[in-house]
C-alpha cells in the first residue's frame, strides 16, 4: 500500500480518475438513433440476458422501433416503484411484465391503461388463460411468458418416475422433497385442491382453504427443505441429497440434457402454470409502440422462438406453432394444467401467509 | 497522549461529518421505518399511511412470540460459543511469535472476504450426505454409512458461529496484546499454575471487553437470516427470515417494520441489561 502511494500517482489524478469513471457510468446506454423508442421491463438476470440477446434485436429490425430494456426485479417492488412514478405521471418503463399477482393489485388502482385488441392482430392466437382483464372486462395485459413447475425427481434415487403428485404425502418419501417456502409462490394448496379435493374450485370457501391446510400438513414430515432460493435446491436435486421435489420445468430439462440424474414429470393432475404478462403502465406516452410489441411478441414465430431460445412456454394455441413434439414437451404440456388462484394472494394475502408460516415453522 | 476538553465550537468541527451520515444513513431511515410500522397494510395495494396499532397486534402472538425467543436464543448461544473459543486462541495467538500472529491474523481476515451465501453452501456441502465430512469418517472407518448432518440446530449454530468468529477475534485482539505480560508473571511468581492464572488473572481483567464482545457478536448474530434458511429447518427460521417474508415476498412493509422494531427494542433491552448487571458488578467490587 505504502508503495503504492509512492509510486507518484498525485492525489488530484486519483480523483480525476475517480470523476472520469463516474461519468462514464452515469452516462445513459446509447440507444441507436432511431425515431420511435420503447423502454420494456423484464425481469432481470436470465430473462432479460436472453431478451436481449435473442428477442429485441429481432423486434427493432422488423418494426423500426428501439427496445431499452430495464431489468426488474421480481416480486412486486417494481410494481411499487411503477405505481409511485405514475403518480407523478412518470413511466419508469412503458411496456413491464409482470406476475399474476401483481397484475391483479395494479388492477385495483387503474396502473394499467386499458390495451386496445384491434390494434392486435394476432390477440386471436392467444389462449384465452393468457388474457388478464379487468372486472368489467377491459383487457389489463397480455401473456408475456409462461413456465411450468413440475415433479421432479432423482432418476438414480427414483428409477420410475412418479405420475402423480400424491406422491409428496406417500410415506415412503419421509424426509425426501425439497419444496418452495411460500404459500404464495409454491402453489400447493392448489396442488392440493386438485389432487385432493376434485379441482382448486374447492378454495373458494375459507373451510375449503383450511381443509386443504390440513391436508397439506401431512407432507411436512417428508419435507427436507422448504427453498427460496433456487440453486439451493437444483444442487441437491442434482447430487440425490433431496431426490424429489417441485421445481421449474425448463430449468429441470436443461440439467437433464447437461447429464445430471434429473427428470421433470407433469403429473396426471397437471403441472403448475405459472405466467407474466406484459402490462402497459398509464404513465406511458408510448402506447401505440407498446401494441405493435405486443403484437409481434404474440406471433406463432416468435412465441416458438421464445420456446426454444428461453425456454418458455407459449401463450398461444398449440396448432399454430411450427414447434416439434420434442420441443413442445420441453416446454409444455397437453395435460391440463393447475392454474394458480391469483384472486386468493391479493383478497386472502395475509390470512393465507399467517395460516402457511404457522404450518410450516410451528 | 495527552487530551484536552474541547473549548470552542471549532473543536466539536471534527463530529459534524460523522454525526451527518449517522442521521442520513442511520436517524431517518429508522424513523421512516418507526412511521411505516403504524400504517395501514392494503392487501390489494400496498400501505396507506394512517394510524393503526393493528401490525403490532398482529404480532403479539405466541407464534411470533416463539420465534423471536428463538431467535434471541440462538444469537445468545453463538455469542457465547465464539467469545468461549475466541478468547483462548486469541490469547495464545497474542503470546506467540510476530510472524505466527500475522499468518493467523491473514487467514482470519480472508475469511471475512467469504459472503454469508458463500459460507452457507460450503457448510451445506459439508454436512451433506452425498459429500460431506461423514464420508470421511465412513473411508477411515468410524462410521457404518454416511450420514447428512443437516438440515438442523446444530448446523446452524456451526454455521453462525465460524461467521461470527472472526469478528470475534478482531475484537478481542488488540485488547489482549496490549494486556500487561507483568501480570502474569506476577501471578506465576505468586504460585499459579497457566491455566489458573489465564481463569484468575486474564479473564477478569479483561471482562469490559468481554462484555462488549459479547454484546457486538449477539447484535451481529441477531440479523442473520440466510444461515437458518440454508441450514437449518422452518423451526430454526429467525425473526429476520420472516421480516424478509414479510417485506419482499408479501410486499407487507407495515407488518415486516413492526417485526423490525420490536426485534430491535427487543436487543436494545438485553444489551441495556447486560451492561446494567455489568456495571453493578463493577460498583460492588
Redesign the interface.
Known sequence: MKKLLEMGISRRGVLGAGLATAGVLAMPSILRAQDRSIKVGVYGGYFKDSFDKNIFPEFTKASGIAVESIAEPT???W??QL?QAARANQAPADLSMMSQVAM??GQ??ELWTPLDTAKLKNADNLLDRFVNKYPDGRIAGIGAVAWYITLVTNTDAYPEAPDSWAAFWDPANADKLGLL??V??SFLLEVTAKTFMGGTNALDTEEGLLEAFEKLAEVKPNV???Y??E??FE??LK???IPMGQYYHDVTGLAAADGHPVRSTFPKEGGILDSGCWALSKASQKAEEAHVFIDYMSQPEIQALMSRKVGTAPTIKRELLDLTDEEFDAVSSDIDPIIPRYDLY?????WL??KW??L??? | MRREPPRTIADYAPLVFPALMLIVFFVIPFSTMIAVSFFQRDQAGFYTPTFTLDNYERFLSAFFGGVLGFSIMLAVLVAVVCVAVAFPFTYLLARSSRRVQTVWLVAILSVLSLSEVIIGFAWSTLFSRTAGITNLLVAVGLMSEPQALLPGFGAVLTGMVYQALPYTILVLYPALVRLDPTLLEAARTLGASPARAFLNVVVPALRNTIVATLIMVFVFALGSYLLPQLLGRPQHWTLSVLITDQAIYQSNMPFAAAMAVFLVLMSLALVGLTLMIGGRREASA
Open positions: 416480486g412486486e417492488a410494481l411499487v405505481q391483479l393489485k385495483s388502482t417456502a411460500l404464495s409462490n427436507r427443505l422448504w427460496r432460493d440453486a439451493q444442487q441437491s447430487s440425490g441429497e391479493t383478497t386472502k394475502a395475509d401467509n399467517q408460516t404457522e410450516i415453522v410451528g
